[in-house]
C-alpha cells in the first residue's frame, strides 16, 4: 500500500519510517516549513512552560535559553512531545493524551493560579487556543509564537504522478490547515479528480471536514494521536 505523508519534514521522516516498517510505501509532501521566529523569550518569575507541539519545543530547543529553564515543569500534548522534552533537558515533564483541551485540566491540577505566569509556546497559527482557555481560568498567560508555519507552493512531481497514476491508495494528514493546502495543490497541479478517490486519515473530524465537499473517504483517529494514526493505516491495509 501506498501513502502520502503530508507532515513537516522533522515529523514526516519518523512517521514514514514506522509505515514502512509495517510493510507499506511512502511519499513524502511536506506541505508546511516551521520556521522559528527568533522570538526573545521572557521567563521571568514563570512557574511552568506549555508548549502545545513538538515544534514549540524544537524552536525553544534552538534558542539560547533552554539551559537557563529546563528546571522549570513543562506541559506537553502527548508523549512523543514529552519524549522530545525530557530529550533536550527537561527533568519534570506532564504530559496529556494528545490534544491541548485534554492538557488544562492536568494544569490546573499542577499550577495555582497566582502562582505566576505561565510560559504557552505555540506556532502562528493554532487549533486550540490555549492561551485564552487559560486565562479563562484566572491564569497570567505569556503567550509567546515561537515558530511560523509556511505553506508549500506545489506538491512534488513524484507524488502527483502517483496519485495520476493510481498508484496512491491514502494520504496522512495532520491538521486542518494542511487538509486544505493539499486540496489546493491537488487542484493546481491538476489532480483534484483522482486526488478525490484517495482514503484520507485524519488525525481528527475537523481536519477531515477541513477537506471540503465531495467529502472523500475518510478515516478519523479516535485519539489524536501518533498511535491511533498507525492504527488507522493498519485499518485501511485490511480493508
Given at each position: 500500500?501506498?501513502?502520502?505523508?503530508?507532515r513537516p519534514e522533522a515529523d514526516a521522516a519518523e512517521m514514514a519510517e514506522r509505515i514502512?516498517?509495517?510493510?507499506?510505501?511512502?511519499?513524502?509532501a511536506p506541505l508546511l516549513e516551521m520556521r522559528p521566529t527568533g522570538t526573545r523569550l521572557d521567563f521571568t518569575e514563570v512557574q511552568a512552560i506549555v508548549a502545545t507541539s513538538r515544534n514549540a519545543l524544537r524552536a525553544l530547543a534552538d534558542g539560547p535559553a533552554l539551559d537557563a529553564v529546563t528546571r522549570l515543569p513543562i506541559f506537553v500534548v502527548g508523549p512523543a512531545s514529552a519524549e522530545l522534552a525530557r530529550e533536550i533537558?527537561?527533568?519534570?515533564?506532564?504530559?496529556?493524551t494528545g490534544g491541548g483541551r485534554q492538557l488544562l485540566p492536568l494544569i490546573a491540577e499542577a499550577c495555582p493560579v497566582n502562582g505566576g505566569p505561565?510560559?504557552?509556546?505555540?506556532?502562528?497559527?493554532?487549533?486550540f487556543d490555549m492561551g485564552a482557555a487559560l486565562s479563562g481560568a484566572g491564569y497570567d498567560v505569556r503567550h509567546q509564537v515561537v515558530y511560523e508555519a509556511v505553506e508549500a507552493s506545489s506538491l512534488p512531481?513524484?507524488?502527483?504522478?502517483?496519485?495520476r497514476g493510481g498508484e496512491v491508495a491514502g494520504?496522512?494528514?495532520?491538521?486542518?490547515r494542511t487538509a486544505r493546502?493539499?486540496?489546493?495543490l491537488a487542484q493546481d497541479a491538476g489532480a483534484r479528480g483522482e486526488a478525490g478517490k484517495l482514503a484520507y486519515l485524519c488525525i481528527s473530524r475537523t481536519v477531515a471536514d477541513a477537506l471540503g465537499e465531495p467529502q472523500p473517504r475518510v478515516l478519523v483517529a479516535d485519539r489524536p494521536t501518533s498511535e491511533e494514526m498507525l492504527a488507522l493505516v493498519r485499518e485501511l491495509a485490511s480493508n
Open positions: 500500500m501506498h501513502l502520502i505523508v503530508t514502512e516498517a509495517m510493510g507499506h510505501r511512502v511519499s513524502l533537558g527537561f527533568t519534570n515533564v506532564t504530559a496529556g505561565l510560559l504557552y509556546l505555540s506556532g502562528d497559527a493554532v487549533a512531481g513524484s507524488v502527483v504522478a502517483a496519485i494520504v496522512i494528514v495532520m491538521s486542518a493546502v493539499f486540496v489546493r
